[in-house]
Structures are given as structure tokens and as C-alpha cells.
């Protein structure tokens, strides 16, 4: 039997705002254990919450940039439930009244794009945390979380597998950092994924029993405990069993998810309007004049590229993958107007280094400019493309602009008709079983006699004149 997976996730972005959503403590990520929660976090007698405008800005903005509905009027409600890092005995969050409704978010699946509707967004607190591994035999909790901003954006089950889910992941975590709403920073909690994980045979349409995997922090995280999860499914049913709805964890060691507890419904947390907040009204000119203010975003950014540039879709969603590259990209553009060769060595060579190294983009030890004069010397053939891999390590490793590089290591690229053809000339003069094989339809071996040509340079012959030369000599 061939089996469907269906995935919807809920999402927690941890809006990038100095202040706690409801107090005034910082959010400030790697203080003490408790030295970030004051008396409203603490939820300590006669303490009352108030609303971080800034937090609010920042949903009306992801609101407008997935094309969802601001609500004119939401409302915050509490949900209780009983954990030791959550002091209240309930989490403030919306429910019934969000700050957005609906909404979109394009990805690119299979080569095609896709589109994932969205349920909605809307504001709430984060818990406190606790830690387990700290402390033997006991639990100690810090409450420095406790309050933080999150904006929890939930999908409809839209997504067909893991690497859909991974591409809506990266799709909305380059969305909320075009928009500057929240750093998203996995390792340190700031943008999270809750997967909820059904299968179902092919063909059918009702949904199956899912299971929700909680704080998934890494891409690669929520892509292994998809395929676990679906596997662990599609096992128990073709074996005659059933799935429970529950709540499960994974373990990123052995790879597996684990049961945490039963599924809890909404009204298992017993939802109602927070008596202490009062309704949030949004003005129509608060949400026209973010609208204006939007920066052009990674979606019409892609298209863009696409259409202006001539970029493959592939190529496009690489460039706008954050807004950083696609910075990087187009100031290196505006210093080449190669577009195919800046885009080659910006997803090439700069991002290669950079995944070897760890960093981001930001911290490139090569900036766009440099990158554009090292470009400049391949499209006026000073160097080769071979030699200019060698040049940009230099350069990479601090050595000095491209052109000083070149200069120094003696690369500049030969050109010279006449020095070539005395090489080529000695080629082909020691290698008489190979000119034989050209002539006899073996194209291999014109590769070969270029190879040759190449080494006795030591790279720095220009590879379309040895061609050319080349040819005329073996033709004639």
C-alpha cells in the first residue's frame, strides 16, 4: 500500500523586541538563570500585565506580508495549564480572536512553487524552561523565557512530506527576517516548529489520527522526526493497529520520537478572555502605514530575479534565501553586470566557505566588492576560472585584494598567442598516440591533449585559445 504523509506546523518566532510582551524585563538572550524575571513574570500577588506595542507592530507586519487579515479588534485569553515553568498557572495567548487570520506563504516543492495557507498568527508569552540535566536527582527552572514575545503561526495541513516541511520551514524563517521580526536564531530558541504528522493510504481523503512533535530547532531536526514519525505510523496500521493522538518529543541522538503525553483538545486548557487585558484595537492607519513600510519581500523578490535577471527558480530561491545573501548578491551585481558568473560564485565559492566555516554572510572575510574585482579579472581574462578559485582562498584567507594576489603568486593568465603556440607546438610533439586518436573519432582524447597543455602552464593558459589553437593545428 502506498501511503501520503500530511503535515501542518505551528511555528513560535520570538519577536525581536528589547522588552518582554507584558512586562518591561529584557529579553536578552544568555543572562543568569532568573536574573531576566521581574515581578510579572513571576506572576507575584497584585502584579498586572501590559502590552508591548512593539510586539504588536511586529505581527501586523507578518500579517500584511502573507497577505492574511489583521483583526481591527483581538482579544487575549489564558490558557491553563499546570507546569513548573509556567508561574500564572496559565499562558497568556489568543484564541478565539487573533491578531491575523488566513494568509500564505510560497515555496518552491519539486522545482514548482507551492502555495501553504495559513490559519492564522497570533500573540502570546513564552513559559519559563526547565532543566533537567543540571541537577541530580531534581529539576531547576528559569524563568528568563518566562514572557517573552512569540508570535505562533499556525499552517493548514498543506505539506506532503518532510522535504515540504523543510521548505516551508526556511520559507517562513527567511520571511520573518526580511521583515526584522525576529532574528531567527534556532539554536538559541528563537524560531521552533510543533509538527503535526498523519499518513493516510493514497487516494483517500479524510485525514488520518496525528501526532504533534514539539520544539523541533533545526531543519534537519524536523526533517528526521517527519520520516520517523511517518514511518513509525505507516508500521502500526499496516500491522492492524491504531494510531492514539498524542504529543511526542524527539530524540535527536537515537534519532526517534517518544511519547510525551496525550494530545490535549482546546478545551482541554480551558480558554477564556484574560480580565486583566483589555481588547486590542488596531487603527486602520497603523496597518496602512506598515503596509507602505514593507520591504520588498523574498517571494516578489525570487520573481524578480527570474524575470530581471534571466535566474533559474532554483538559483532565485537560493539568492533570496535570507535577505543578507540576497544583499550580498545584488551588490556584487551592481559591480559585475555578469549576472550568471556573480550568481555562480556567490552560491559557489562564497557560500561553500561559508558552510565550511560556520559563518553567515555578514561575516564573508571577502565582501561584494572584492568579490566583484576578482570577477572583473575573469571576464577580462586575466585569470582563469581555475586560477580564480585559487585566488579567492587568498583572498578568503586575508591575503590581500585579487588583484595583488595575482600579481604576487605570478597567476596572470597567458595569453599571448605566440607563448601558447610554442606550447602547444611541444603538446603535440610529445604525445603523437593521442593525435592519432582525435583523428580517429576518439573525442576523449582532444580533452586530454587541452589537460596536458594546461599542466605544462600551470593552469594559466587561457583554455579557450588552447582550444582554438588546438584545433587548427589538428585539423590542418
Known sequence: MHWEIIIGLETHAQLSTRSKIFSGAATAFGAAPNAQACAVDL???????????????????????????IARRSVFARKNYFYPDLPKGYQISQYELPIVSGGEVAIVAQGKEKIVRLVRA????????????DFHGMTGIDLNRAGTPLLEIVSEPDLRGSQEAVSYAKALHALVRYLDICDGNMQEGSFRCDANVSVRPLGETRLGT???????????????????????????LQAGGAI??????????????????SKEEAHDYRYFPDPDLLPLEIAEAWIEATRAALPELPRAKRQR????????????????????MAGYFEAVL?????????ANWVMGEVAGWLNRQGLEIAAAPVGPEALA?????????????????EVFEAMWRGEGAADDIIEAKGLRQI?????????????????PSQIADYRGGKERAFNSLVGQVMKATQGKANPGQVSELLKRKLLS
Request: glycine share 8%; proline share 3%; net charge negative.
Open 122 to 133: 497570533h500573540l502570546e508569552e513564552d513559559a519559563g524552561k526547565s532543566l533537567h540535566e
Open 305 to 324: 530575479y527570474m524575470a530581471e535577471y534571466g535566474l533559474s527558480a532554483y538559483d532565485a530561491e537560493v539568492l533570496t534565501g535570507t535577505r543578507e
Open 334 to 342: 551592481a559591480r559585475c553586470p555578469d549576472v550568471k558568473l556573480a
Open 210 to 236: 496525528r501526532c504533534e512533535i514539539k520544539n523541533l530547532n533545526s531543519f534537519r531536526f524536523l526533517e528526521r522526526a517527519i520520516e520517523f514519525e511517518a514511518a513509525r505510523q505507516i508500521e502500526i
Open 43 to 69: 506572576a507575584l500577588p497584585g502584579v498586572l500585565p501590559v502590552l508591548n506595542r512593539e510586539a504588536v507592530a511586529k505581527a501586523i507586519r507578518f500579517g500584511l506580508a502573507v497577505g492574511g487579515q
Open 373 to 389: 574585482g576578482l570577477l572583473s579579472r575573469i571576464r577580462d581574462n586575466t585569470v582563469s576560472g581555475k586560477i580564480a578559485k
Open 415 to 431: 595569453s599571448d598567442s605566440g607563448a601558447l603556440e610554442k606550447i602547444v607546438d611541444a603538446v603535440l610533439a610529445a604525445h
Open 244 to 261: 492514539r493522538q498524542e504529543t511526542r518529543l524527539f530524540d535527536s541522538d537515537q534519532g526517534e520520537t517518544r511519547p510525551m503525553r
